[in-house]
């Protein structure tokens, strides 16, 4: 079976700078995807950014972009030119890849960081 | 627009009341599942199904049902064995694997016990 671990519970950034959350999963998968949700006080779920494990560039997407570390098993997301719509629980989350067999349409969560952004 | 519907937005639960909590997506996706959200818990998957009339369990199923009898809606059931109900229920689909594999979620409906 699939984990994941977020092992910051709360973050906090300062407007306009930096900030890197970080996830590490295990999985004896060699293939597989692995995403970064944002959930703001609405609670909608929103993609982020997605990566595949088999393509050695990692994801961005604008100010999102990821460190897929895969041998460390880490994935970590870093958020540049923090804005106050970051505010949000943010969450990792790992799926087989379609060639794994099995279940593998499931996608497995960690528990999440509360990032807050402050002005 | 395409998306995800979930209805209700807040439902209320009496002691011994069985529920449904509606999902309805227009995306013309095959799977569909059933996550639930407590506060420190993360996401964990109830039900999901990757066909209609076919369906398998989560992580969490005791207490709850599921059916899957059209390719739009997947309406999940808390009965009155799931004896902690309290939770927000969020309901999401995905393209089928080869196209961009990734989950679309509902808004969430937020079920409480009377």
């Known amino acids: 079976a699939q984990t994941v671990t977020q092992s910051q519970p709360e973050m906090s950034v300062q407007e306009a700078e930096t900030v890197t959350l970080s996830c590490t999963y295990d999985t004896s998968e060699n293939n597989y995807y692995l995403f970064w949700y944002k959930q703001p006080p609405s609670r909608q779920m929103i993609l982020v950014i997605r990566q595949e494990a088999y393509k050695q560039q990692n994801a961005t997407e604008n100010r999102f972009s990821v460190n897929f570390q895969k041998a460390a098993k880490s994935f970590s997301l870093k958020i540049s030119d923090s804005q106050l719509g970051d505010t949000a629980m943010y969450f990792c989350?790992?799926?087989?890849?379609?060639?794994?067999?099995?279940?593998?349409?499931?996608?497995?969560f960690g528990k999440g960081t509360l990032l807050t952004v402050n002005p | 627009d395409g998306g995800i519907t979930q209805s209700p937005k807040y439902l209320f639960r009496k002691e011994g009341q069985n529920v449904t909590l509606s999902c309805e997506q227009n995306l013309n996706h095959d799977a569909m599942y059933w996550y639930r959200q407590d506060p420190g818990q993360g996401l964990r998957l109830i039900y999901y199904?990757?066909?209609?009339?076919?369906?398998q369990k989560g992580d969490i199923a005791e207490g709850y049902s599921v059916s899957r009898e059209k390719k739009e809606s997947f309406p999940l059931t808390v009965t009155s064995a799931q004896k902690n109900p309290t939770a927000f229920y969020l309901c999401?689909?995905?393209?089928?694997?080869?196209?961009?594999?990734?989950?679309?979620f509902g808004s969430g409906t937020q079920l409480s016990v009377l």
């Open positions: 999401a689909s995905s393209a089928p694997q080869g196209t961009n594999e990734k989950l679309f």
């Open positions: 989350a790992f799926m087989k890849h379609r060639n794994s067999g099995g279940s593998n349409y499931k996608l497995t």
């Open positions: 199904s990757q066909i209609v009339n076919d369906f």
